[in-house]
């Protein structure tokens, strides 16, 4: 390896990131088996959310890039199919730490180990795209959360709104990144036909999408809240049953179809 070369790999092995835990053997998040980062740190409130410790942008365990790689390493041949996955809290809030993690990934000496970026888009910005342009530029994959359809939705929903993630959207559809979009469906909020029938309108104008999750609301984060002495903001609202998730998701792909077919 060249001297330069080996600088710069050194340079990102040794960037820190806060990370909240991290799952060898991931399943869910991305294709095949993967090692799952949950960077520490979101800006969001969700009602649904299930991990509220990893809010906290200066909790977590300061990890570095070439930790992350060294922990894939050691696994290698559990992930031949799978990769590394950068979930949270919200990764993109670490974007020097998150490229380095990617940029490793792709020049791994064993072989190029494929990425992918579970994100909610709320820390992009389309006024300054350069602050992750070298994530973006390693991402293989990217799941976008997609909380809400509607902006007011999104803000009552999150805490916040949604044009920095529609600003992520359509950033990935310029670059023609592959993206599978996920929805987690809460009965009562994210459910009814007109929000499906808007989300299918949404992902209609991104032709990168190549698949879409629609992932039922369960309660198994009320016990975290106890624990942390917070109120759940979802108290009463019962679990999505999964039965009716298939229907669900045909609305929204009939309306994404619809609204393809007017663009004509
Ligand atoms: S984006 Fe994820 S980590 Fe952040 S509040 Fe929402 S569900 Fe929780």
């Not at 009602?47 to 050691?74: I, K």
């Not at 970026?117 to 990217?142: M, N, Q, W, Y």
């Not at 359509?170 to 929805?183: C, F, I, K, S, W």
């Not at 049953?241 to 004509?264: F, N, Y």
């Amino acid at each position: 390896m060249e001297k330069d070369e080996a600088g710069k790999i050194g340079a990102l092995r040794a960037r820190e990131g806060r990370v909240h835990s991290m799952e060898t053997m991931g399943t869910v998040d991305g294709p095949g088996t993967r090692l799952v980062v949950f960077c520490q740190g979101c800006p969001m409130r969700c009602a649904y959310c299930h991990n509220p410790d990893s809010w906290d942008p200066a909790a977590g365990s300061v990890t570095t890039a070439g930790e992350v790689l060294d922990l894939f390493e050691r696994n290698r041949p559990f992930y031949r199919r799978g990769g590394i996955t950068l979930s949270g809290g919200e990764p993109m809030l670490q974007p020097d730490f998150a490229a380095a993690v990617f940029a490793l990934a792709h020049a791994a000496p064993a072989g190029r180990i494929h990425t992918c970026l579970d994100t909610s888009g709320i820390a992009f910005s389309a006024a300054s795209p350069e602050r992750h342009a070298a994530l973006l530029d390693k991402c293989d994959l990217v799941l976008l959360d997609v909380k809400h359809a509607f902006d007011e939705g999104h803000r009552e929903l999150t805490g916040k709104a949604a044009g920095n993630p529609r600003a992520l959207g359509d950033e990935l559809a310029r670059r023609g990144t592959p993206v599978v979009v996920r929805h987690v469906v809460v009965p009562g909020i994210t459910d009814d036909p007109e929000e499906l029938a808007a989300l299918g309108r949404l992902i209609a104008r991104w032709d990168n999408v190549v698949g879409l999750d629609l992932l039922p609301y369960h309660t198994m984060g009320v016990g975290k809240y106890r624990a942390l002495g917070l109120d759940y903001p979802l108290e009463g609202v019962s679990a999505q049953e999964k039965g009716a998730i298939p229907g669900l998701r045909r609305q929204v792909l009939e309306a994404r179809a619809a609204a393809r077919s007017d663009r004509g």
